[in-house]
């Protein structure tokens, strides 16, 4: 107040003023929303101060971007009109004045972007940000008064009256300019939360999978609901991870506590899941390495050692259940791991059509992650086509009010029934259970069995000799050729019979006694013996969303891609299989290992896969 200039003689003016400052301090700024404390604004400044009155912001200011300098003589940027208020019965009047004798500016409705014209006060208060007194033709006079908050110009402030009220004086502009200054305190702080509760919603996000994941063999639907209401994510997780092979690897957490640490400590651990199960190890091994990688987080956080309240509450933060499964479509058979998680549920589909029943699969329930010492054992369960999968956390079926009993027995009952949609299962359950307690996250994974048809896969055994070479690209045309897929032919012969031919000289192919069995690993390198007579080699082609090629032996030492020099004779086959397919790897077997490719099918309008012959002579 001490800024505004005072005036002998109009003691009812500055009563009038210091009431309109304190319903300021009292109505402006109650919110972070920026529509609303525009709306603030008006409402003290309407009628009390002014007829008419307008708030206009930089569009950056509602992503929470720091508004940019006002530009030169070439006008303003674009402005966004956030509120607009009138005392005048008969509808808005044009706010605006004359320049060089054009007409008013139209009037600008809430949420329309518009400009001013350069050499305007209007520009020039945005650019000077001090206040400019404008005359016009239905408006008497109009105060244009910039928003100005540290140091920033925010948006514009037009206060006017109409024909009849007193003009705008010297005290008048004082107290506009501190009404906007005000309002654009608060504006700014609204800015400033918009733009950190972005950004943490942004990296919240990040750490759950997308809302529609797809798998093969497997209809996918799920839930997320957070614990607090102050974010999105806390430490329940969910994760559907594709695997070489068309496999697929489910996975459902849950971090000891909730909110943002719970978060932050979810988010590492399923960092560490997904990388854990690209290396495609077994259910027990990655659970295993996950608890190694969770007691090292939490002991990670404290630097000295020796503070042993600060210790025990981070072993709680990191102290986390977890179930991880892996479906191979093929086979239909799902190889479960659990680290102290409530058991998954079964609905197994019935031949007559009748009512399905649920039922809890008997998985071992190890440690929980984090407390170490234990080995975590597996469990195979063969899941027949149409049968339903449901993972879940503990906040979806326990609470203050439900016992844990209670839920489970909730859950099957709403999970048995009659066949429908996956995404009706999942709101049918939230909805018959006690969801709504904000005691813990509760985080639901559904999986509908829908196994490769028998049509889909090609499955071969040949002899460890060199004529297999040939059988094996002859077997792998007349497949793809069975499946409509001449274009990707040549590609995928010549792939096979890289790894056909890899197979026969670095492996020791799979005994034809017993598959996938082998004796010692051959060692690999150039000169090495073809494989023993009697052996076999396993070609496998998988046709999916995306055409897979799989080769077994039995040898133990993993394929690794080498740079071969321009005298080198060999070297190049892992080079080409890298060039001209979309993914390749290798994994280990219980009694070898498998080499596998990816290629991406021929889509209409799409241009064809690279020619096989043109990428091998670009090579040399």
């Known amino acids: 107040m001490s800024d505004i200039p005072a005036e002998s003689g109009k003691p009812d003016d500055v009563r009038r003023a210091l009431a309109l400052l304190n319903a300021a301090g009292a109505r402006i700024g109650n919110s972070l929303d920026l529509d609303t404390t525009a709306r603030e604004l008006l409402d003290v400044a309407v009628p009390q101060f002014c007829d008419l009155a307008s708030v206009d912001l930089y569009p950056e200011v509602f992503s929470g971007e720091d508004p940019r300098a006002a530009e030169g003589l070439e006008g303003t940027r674009p402005l966004r009109r956030v509120a607009f208020a009138s005392a005048v019965s008969d509808g808005p009047i044009t706010l605006g004045h004359r320049v060089s004798g054009a007409p008013d500016p139209d009037h600008v409705e809430p949420g329309g972007i518009h400009r001013y014209p350069a050499g305007s006060p209007y520009a020039d208060a945005l650019r000077t940000a001090r206040v400019q007194r404008v005359t016009g033709t239905l408006v008497q006079s109009t105060l244009a008064v910039p928003m100005v908050a540290r140091g920033r110009v925010l948006g514009l402030v037009q206060f006017s009256r109409t024909k009849g009220s007193e003009p705008f004086g010297e005290r008048d502009a004082a107290l506009g300019a501190e009404l906007a200054a005000r309002a654009a305190v608060c504006v700014d702080n609204a800015r400033l939360y918009r733009r950190e509760h972005e950004r943490a919603l942004i990296l919240q996000r990040s750490l759950l999978p997308p809302d529609d994941p797809e798998a093969a063999g497997l209809d996918i639907a799920c839930r997320y609901l957070p614990g607090s209401t102050a974010s999105e994510v806390g430490g329940d997780w969910f994760d559907v991870i594709e695997l070489p092979g068309h496999r697929t690897a489910l996975v459902v957490g849950d971090v000891m506590g909730r909110g943002l640490r719970a978060a932050v400590a979810m988010g590492e651990l399923r960092t560490a899941v997904r990388t854990l199960a690209l290396l495609d190890l077994e259910p027990a091994e990655v659970l295993g390495a996950l608890d190694e990688i969770a007691q090292g987080l939490g002991a990670s956080r404290d630097g000295r050692g020796d503070h042993p309240g600060r210790a025990a509450d981070l072993s709680e933060v990191y102290l986390a ?48 992650l984090g407390v170490g010492g234990e080995p975590f054992e597996e469990t195979e369960v063969e899941l027949p086509d149409g049968a339903l999968l449901a993972l879940y956390t503990d906040g979806l079926v326990e609470s203050r009010h439900q016992s844990l009993d209670e839920g489970l027995q909730a859950l099957r009952t709403t999970l048995s029934g009659p066949d429908r949609p996956l995404e009706d299962v999942c709101d049918e359950v939230l909805g018959a259970l006690e969801t709504h307690h904000g005691e813990d996250d509760i985080a639901l994974l559904l999986a509908r069995i829908q196994g490769l048809p028998a049509e889909s896969v090609g499955d071969w055994r040949l002899p460890a000799e060199a004529r297999s070479v040939a059988r094996a690209r002859e077997l792998t045309r007349r497949r793809l050729a069975a499946w409509g897929l001449d274009d990707l032919a040549d590609t995928t012969e010549l792939l096979v019979s890289e790894l056909v031919t890899n197979a026969l000289r670095h492996g020791m192919g799979v005994s034809s006694a017993q598959p996938g069995a082998g004796t010692l690993p051959a060692q690999s390198g150039v000169g090495v013996p073809p494989a023993a007579p009697g052996g076999e080699i396993r070609l496998r082609l998988l046709m999916d969303r995306t055409l897979v090629c799989e080769v077994w032996d039995s040898g133990l030492v993993q394929p690794r891609r080498r740079r071969a020099r321009d005298t080198d004779e060999g070297g190049r086959g892992l080079q080409l299989v890298d060039l001209l397919s979309s993914g390749w790897g290798s994994r280990r077997t219980p009694r070898g290992k498998t080499v596998w490719f990816e290629l991406a099918l021929p889509q209409e309008g799409e241009p064809k896969p690279p020619d096989s012959v043109e990428a091998l002579l670009n090579m040399f």
């Open 321 to 368: 259940t977890c179930v991880y499964a892996v479906y191979d479509p093929v086979t239909r058979r799902c190889t479960f791991a659990n680290a102290g998680h409530l058991p998954p549920v079964l609905v197994e589909p019935r031949d007559d059509g009748g009512e399905q029943s649920a039922l809890l699969l008997e998985v071992p329930k190890g440690v929980p």
